[in-house]
Each structure stands twice: as structure tokens, then as C-alpha cells.
């Protein structure tokens, strides 16, 4: 099985962080989101990989060759931006129509069961009920089957959304219709849309299976990357603290410590992670994601995302209050 991973997008919703570092590479609990799809990935026996790159794509390259140099990969270039079906169609030369071919969206982060997912003998598209659907594409399912699949509706079919994981069987039907699809122009949203093809698919008589998702996590926001921490520290109980340079602070996990930070009269902790050679003198932190190299003084930061190398100075006072007053610092 092949899996295609398009990482092409720009990232706009979590800038500015994705001014400088593509939206995959962003860490939650210590690895690039990337990462976290790889590993699945590989878990379950996948072995070949596409990379659909664009925007800083030579940063995702140098990350995947440095950390899974054993696996087959191929990157594709996608120059412009012009949907999801549009990455898909850029890969046609390099996706073997003779074997199934498995979609992840590369800044999502997806709780299932791969192996009953894998071994399902229909098409599969990942599926999880949301609160506002007009924001996803969205699946129409009957009786475990989807009937019908838009982009983005403004009056949806259901509260169904559409994930980003597909496994589809008819590789040749999928490459066929995405030609069509390219070769005639045929945009919603001023994009060619995986989702028009899926729907194309259904008409001519694919069976896609409905399966629902455990969790799944749309790393495209602040709050959703920070929830995202959140869980995988739970999940996996990191708490790397035994060799960082920890003096006379407070650890309160589940946090990711790199090996090399070092943390100075500080509490931190719950849900917080912090990168390689990252340095915290006199600060409280928590539910944040610190990058690599970053430079923390005397600050509390809460709900925060700070990028690799920022420097951050907290205020230093004296005072002296005298009866009856009120200081507000907010």
C-alpha cells in the first residue's frame, strides 16, 4: 500500500509561526505533527511514502530524510496551491494504480483503529461529528455507506466531517476522474476539491465506507494544536524530566522536558512542552508549546505557542503599597 501525504499548505490560520516553518513541523508533545502520522503509518505495515510538498518544503524534506531515512519516499512539487484534488493529480506519474492507495492530510492528527480500517475490503473515508459542518467537507451516510460528499456547504447534509483519511481501492478510477476533473476545469471554491472527485466516484458505483474516527485533531488552529499537546502527553505519559537541568523547580506532568533544556526556579506544567536547548529561568508555565532554543525570563505564560530561538523578558518591580490601594498589571 502507498500512502500519499499532501504538505503543501501555507498555514495561514497559525501564523506566524508557519511564516518561517511549514504547518507539519509544528511540535505537539516533543515530535512534528508529521512525525505522528509517519509512525502510525509505519505501524501498520505502510512502506511506501508520497510527499506532496510546496510551501518551506524543503524543510519537511530535510526533516524526513534526517529522521526515517529507511523508507521509500517520493516527493512531488506542487508550485501552486490550487486544492486537494490539484496535489493528488501532481502525484499521477508516481501512484501505482495496482495497489491501494491511503490519503492523510499532513497537519491532521487521527485516533482509529488503522488495522481494521486497512483490512476493510471497500473504500474507506474517515468521518467525525462536529459541532459547525459548513467549515469541512461533509459526508451524507446511510447505513455505514457514504451516499453523497460537498466541500464546505453552506447548508450541510450532515454533521459528518470529513477527516482527511481515505483509503481507496479504485487507484485507476481515482486517477481517471481527477484528470477529468483538472483537464475541464471543474472548481469549487476556486479549487479542485478531493471531495468532487469522491462524489464523482460514488456516481459511477464506488462503495466508500463510513468509519468513524476515535479522535481526530485538525492542527490548523492555536487552540486545536494546543488541545492536541494536551492528549498526546496524557496518551503517551511523557514526562522526560529525569536528565534535563531541572534546579529547584516544579514539574507538574504530563509535560515533554527535552534532554537538553534547562529549567531554572520555574513551575511547569500540566500539558506542557518544550523543545531542545530551550532555556526557563523564574517563570510559570502550563497548556503552552515552547520551541526550540527559546529563551524564557520571568514570565507566566499560559495557552501560549512560542516559536524556536524568541526571547521573552518578563517584568522585574519594586514596589512599595501603601493602605487602601489597588494595582492592576493586567
Not at 501498520?44 to 518551506?56: C, R, T
Not at 519516499?73 to 496551491?81: D, Y
Not at 487552540?223 to 499537546?229: A, R
Request: proline share 5%; net charge negative.
Amino acid at each position: 500500500m502507498q500512502a500519499l501525504i499532501p504538505v503543501a499548505g501555507v498555514g495561514t490560520r497559525l501564523r506566524p509561526h508557519t511564516y518561517t516553518q511549514p504547518k507539519p513541523l509544528i511540535p505537539v508533545a516533543g515530535k512534528p505533527i508529521i512525525g505522528f502520522i509517519i509512525d502510525e503509518l509505519l505501524k501498520v505495515g505502510v512502506e511506501d511514502f508520497i510527499f506532496v510538498i510546496g510551501y518551506l518544503g524543503e524543510r519537511i524534506r530535510q526533516y524526513i530524510f534526517e529522521h526515517y531515512p529507511d523508507i521509500n519516499i517520493t516527493f512531488v512539487q506542487q508550485s501552486n496551491r490550487l486544492g486537494t484534488g490539484h496535489a493528488i493529480w501532481m502525484a499521477r506519474d508516481v501512484i501505482n494504480a495496482e495497489e491501494e492507495l491511503l490519503i492523510v492530510f499532513g497537519d491532521t492528527i487521527i485516533d482509529i483503529d488503522w488495522k481494521t480500517t486497512l483490512n476493510e475490503p471497500n473504500s474507506c473515508l474517515g468521518i467525525q461529528k462536529v459541532d459547525d459542518p459548513r467549515e469541512f467537507g461533509v459526508a451524507d451516510v446511510v447505513d455505514g455507506f457514504v451516499r453523497g460528499v460537498i466541500e464546505k456547504p453552506r447548508i450541510p447534509l450532515s454533521n459528518k466531517a470529513l477527516v482527511g483519511l481515505y483509503k481507496i481501492k479504485e487507484v485507476d478510477l481515482l486517477l481517471e476522474t481527477l484528470t477529468l476533473m483538472v483537464e475541464n476545469d471543474m472548481r469549487t471554491h476556486d479549487e479542485f476539491q478531493l471531495t468532487d472527485v469522491i462524489m464523482l466516484m460514488i456516481k459511477k458505483g464506488v462503495n466508500f465506507k463510513a468509519v468513524e474516527v476515535n479522535n481526530w485533531f485538525d492542527c490548523g488552529r492555536k487552540d486545536v494544536l494546543l488541545e492536541t499537546n494536551a492528549m498526546l502527553l496524557k496518551r503517551f505519559k511523557t514526562a522526560e524530566h529525569s536528565n534535563p537541568k531541572i534546579r529547584n523547580s516544579i514539574i507538574v506532568p504530563p509535560v515533554y522536558l527535552s534532554q537538553d533544556c534547562s529549567i531554572n526556579n520555574s513551575v511547569i506544567g500540566p500539558n506542557v512542552s518544550i523543545g531542545e536547548g530551550a532555556q526557563i529561568d523564574h517563570s510559570v508555565i502550563k497548556d503552552t508549546i515552547i520551541g526550540s532554543y527559546a529563551f524564557i525570563e520571568e514570565v507566566v505564560l499560559k495557552k501560549s505557542i512560542i516559536g524556536n530561538d524568541a526571547l521573552i523578558k518578563g517584568l522585574s518591580q519594586s514596589l512599595n503599597i501603601g493602605d487602601d490601594t489597588e494595582i492592576d498589571f493586567s
